[in-house]
C-alpha cells in the first residue's frame, strides 16, 4: 500500500511539474495516495500521519475543485 502511495505521488509530483494539458490529473494521483496513506495509518493507529494526510486530502480536493471547476 505504501509503495503504491509512493508511485502515485511520484507520478502525481511530475504531472504537475510538467504543466502541460494533463497536469491537473496529478492533483487526483495525490488524492488517491492520500487515501490510501490515511488508511493505512489509521490502521496503524498512527494519528500524527493520519492527521497530516487528512489536511492533504483536504488540499488535494481544493486542487481538483479549483483546476477543473
Do not use: C, P
Not at 494539458?21 to 500524527?48: Q, T
Amino acid at each position: 500500500m505504501k509503495w503504491l502511495a509512493t508511485a502515485l505521488f511520484l507520478s502525481a509530483g511530475t504531472l504537475l511539474s510538467l504543466n502541460i494539458e494533463i497536469s491537473r490529473f496529478g492533483f487526483l494521483l495525490f488524492l488517491s495516495g492520500h487515501v490510501l496513506l490515511s488508511v493505512y495509518f489509521y490502521k496503524e493507529k498512527d494519528w500524527a500521519m493520519t492527521t497530516q494526510n487528512g489536511f492533504f486530502i483536504f488540499v488535494d480536493a481544493l486542487g481538483i475543485y479549483r483546476w477543473f471547476y
